[in-house]
């Protein structure tokens, strides 16, 4: 802690308070991030406990040796399997279509003049703003009336027609994009389709990604959908399967089984955060410049 | 047109290209339709059509097994008087007003800090914004053994500083606060919004601020506060309806209970709709809703010129 040059001490110099107020923001972000991650903790050690080191206090909160098989158990007890094929097919073909529909859509408004265009663009964002409350009943009515409650397409038809605000972020990327590209193409006598397609799909890659992992992410850990339209067990998705776990005789009242099976359900988001940061920041960044 | 004066036919290349320009606009109208196609079917099968269809439903008496059947305002006048209701309706309330302010401010201190400039802060981020990325039931049970009153983790580390911690999700004057202590956890995605707002605030002011001497606590509060006003006033708006449509947390960690004390409106709505199919009277309790959350909406917006400052020059939406 030298104090050279100068006659003040050194916690009282630039250099000085920078670094104190480095030091306690680097604590304070560990204490917090501690919080953070003990839920994550007491989740892995559960799922690793014998069947009578759950209930005990004071707990163990290591257990040794750690049992792997809970993971085996919970995750065999029920038709898992049936519940990760359900999940990965609505998954897979609601990002297929919301990435179809919205890029599509953001292109028109990004870039085709017509008359009426900006007002349907703001009762596009008008829908951010409607609480998904007041939609829910005539929407599930339509469904049931079509025959389709207990079936997938409820969870995925949807995701055909757009979603306001991966229109909004697809959107205000085109409109960053050169108009001189697509001069070029049009010259070639290319389609607008043509255009949308071979042009500009390629070039937003990125907010394709940042659109596909929220897409991913939201469908994903989605409950209430499911919920509601999906009734025979063989059709559950994991979050719905999941809830019942806790009232099921087969594995809710083992603790240590519940909390492997919640370990298991959440690793495909955690994977893909993992492997895929960048794509959440920027689309964070990107929500952001809207506010 | 057909004149071969040489001023014409000088005009020709450029009446030539107007003409195209003309028919070009007009199927530039026709694609432009078509590329908005899906969006505007959307908005209308599953957002204009539904809330029509719900004001509708709200007047009559639906169980879907039989038709409708129009019954006035009757189930505005029946929920006006279900104890039931108000009682959801205090629980949402004492809900948002304490959870939006809290993770508001919480997201707003934790920007800050995640905005400084040290090594290892992408780790920090990535931390502190994994819950959000982790939500959904599995976290809501997860959740539910961390409050267990015995041998949850929340109550064995309260009892090691020496705290008997209360019985959380079986005590009703502690389930609504877990759940609130639930909601903080996810406070990431908001913390990152204000920090991509802190991030495009010039450092030039900061400098200048500096100068002038200002300390940090000024500085926060004439440069920090205001130049991020518009990114509060986005994450207020959506805090407030997100708070009012809170149904997984309440619905897997308590499911209404202990004794409706946290019975939220959507839960409410989740219960009149699908276990009673009482479809008439949930579209009432839905557009109670959407009312409510418009009127807050307005509110937000209409004190904004108190609060938000728009930068001159550039319009703010």
Redesign the interface.
């Known amino acids: 802690m030298a104090t050279r040059n100068t006659a003040l001490p050194f916690w009282r110099t630039r250099r000085g308070q920078d670094r104190l107020?480095?030091a306690a923001?680097?604590t304070?972000?560990c204490i917090?991030?501690t919080v953070?991650?003990?839920?994550?903790f007491?989740?892995l050690s559960?799922a690793l406990k014998r069947a009578d080191q759950?209930?005990?206090?004071?707990?163990v909160w290591v257990p040794i040796p750690p049992e792997v098989i809970n993971f085996w158990t919970a995750l065999t007890r029920v038709p898992f399997h049936i519940y990760a094929l359900n999940t990965t097919i609505i998954v897979v073909l609601v990002m297929i279509g919301t990435l179809l529909?919205c890029s599509?859509?953001a292109?028109?408004?990004a870039r085709?003049?017509?008359?009426g265009?900006d007002f349907?663009f703001m009762?596009?964002l008008g829908?951010l703003?409607?609480?998904?409350?007041?939609?829910?009943?005539?929407?599930?009515?339509?469904f049931?009336s079509v025959g389709w409650v207990n079936t997938f397409l409820p969870l995925i038809v949807?995701s055909?027609?757009?979603?306001a605000f991966n229109?909004f972020l697809l959107r205000q990327f085109y409109l960053t994009l050169p108009v001189e590209l697509e001069d070029a193409a049009k010259i070639d006598g290319a389609?607008?389709?043509r255009i949308?397609w071979s042009i500009m799909l390629p070039l937003s890659q990125p907010v394709l990604a940042t659109v596909g992992v929220f897409t991913f992410?939201g469908t994903?850990?989605?409950?209430?959908t499911p919920l509601?339209y999906l009734a025979d067990e063989s059709k559950y998705t994991i979050?719905?399967a999941?809830?019942y776990?806790?009232g099921s005789p087969r594995i809710g009242p083992q603790?240590h089984l519940?909390?492997a099976?919640?370990t298991v359900?959440?690793l495909p988001?955690?994977i893909?955060?993992l492997a895929a940061?960048r794509y959440?920041?920027r689309g964070?960044?990107m929500?952001?410049?809207?506010? | 047109m057909q004149s071969p004066s040489s001023a014409e036919s000088v005009l020709v290349p450029e009446a030539a290209p107007s003409h195209r320009h003309i028919s070009r606009w007009n199927s530039e109208a026709f694609h432009a339709y078509v590329f908005m196609l899906p969006a505007i079917l959307g908005i209308l099968i599953f957002t204009l059509g539904p809330v029509i269809a719900s004001l509708f439903l709200s007047f009559t008496e639906y169980n879907i097994i039989t038709d409708p059947e129009w019954i006035g305002i009757a189930n505005y006048t029946t929920l006006f008087q279900e104890p039931l209701f108000w009682q959801a309706l205090r629980v949402s309330a004492i809900y948002s007003v304490v959870s939006v302010p809290l993770n508001l401010g919480f997201a707003l201190a934790l920007a800050v800090l995640l905005n400084h400039k040290m090594r290892g802060m992408t780790f920090f981020r990535s931390v502190y914004y994994l819950p959000t990325v982790i939500s959904g039931v599995g976290v809501a049970m997860l959740w539910r053994w961390l409050f267990n009153a015995e041998f949850g983790a929340i109550n064995v580390l309260l009892s090691n500083v020496g705290i008997q911690g209360p019985a959380w999700l079986l005590d009703e004057n502690w389930a609504l606060s877990a759940l609130i202590i639930t909601s903080m956890w996810s406070v990431g995605g908001t913390t990152l919004i204000f920090l991509a707002g802190l991030q495009g605030i010039p450092e030039e002011l900061y400098e200048a601020a500096e100068i002038d001497g200002a300390g940090r606590w000024t500085q926060f509060r004439s440069i920090t506060l205001p130049l991020l006003s518009t990114v509060t006033f986005f994450n207020l708006v959506l805090g407030i309806i997100g708070a009012l449509q809170v149904f997984t947390d309440a619905f897997v960690i308590t499911r209404g209970g202990p004794n409706q004390a946290t019975l939220f409106l959507a839960v409410y709505l989740y219960q009149h709709a699908f276990l009673y199919l009482n479809m008439g009277y949930a579209s009432a309790i839905a557009w109670f809703m959407f009312v409510l959350v418009m009127l807050l909406t307005l509110m937000v917006f209409r004190s904004s010129p108190l609060w938000v400052f728009y930068e001159t020059g550039r319009k703010g939406n």
């Open positions: 107020a480095t923001i680097f304070t972000l917090g991030g953070v991650l003990l839920p994550f007491w989740m559960t759950v209930y005990l206090s004071p707990p529909s599509f859509a292109y028109g408004f085709m003049n017509a008359p265009r349907i009762l596009v829908t703003m409607l609480p998904g409350a007041v939609t829910l009943v005539p929407t599930y009515l339509m049931n949807p055909f027609f757009g979603s229109i389609n607008p389709y949308w992410v994903y850990n989605d409950f209430f509601i979050a719905v999941l809830s776990f806790q603790m519940l909390m099976a919640v359900s959440i988001p955690l893909l955060f940061q959440f920041v964070i960044v929500s952001g410049i809207k506010g």
